[in-house]
């Protein structure tokens, strides 16, 4: 990557241009839930969950949908369903060729097959967006 002068972004070495700026949220899984609050991921290019210091064993899937208020529905990569290797303390970058078509997310704790695992305990995550 190089950094441009002009405006604070970064240039890819295919050419996509990355910008600096960016924000953090936080979304949160209830103790004994399996399904975080709503993220507004819109325009985003990245996406990086940080993981919270404890995690009950689970992987981590995402659930979309088009508007806030929407029905969220799990999140397919092709065929398969999207999931990260998740664990406690650990940041994860989501795959932004999954991300860049959503609106709206939020996190989901389950097993690798689409079956929720719920928290033993409230989850709290920092997600970065740019």
Known sequence: ??????????????????????????????????VSGAIDIRGELWVT????????????????APTLAGTYGPVYEG??????????SRTIVLDPQVTA????????????SGADTNQGAERVFSVGLR
Do not use: C, H
């Open 49 to 64: 969950i940080y993981m919270p210091a404890a995690w009950t064993a689970a992987s981590l899937g995402l659930k979309g």
């Open 1 to 34: 990557m190089a950094r441009t002068p002009t405006d604070g972004s970064w240039l890819l070495r295919d050419g996509t241009e990355v910008q600096t700026e960016g924000e953090i949220k936080t979304a949160t899984i209830a103790n004994g839930a399996a």
């Open 79 to 88: 065929t398969s369903l999207y999931t990260e290797e998740a664990a406690a």
């Open 101 to 112: 078509g959503l609106a709206f997310i939020k996190l989901w704790s389950q097993d690798g």
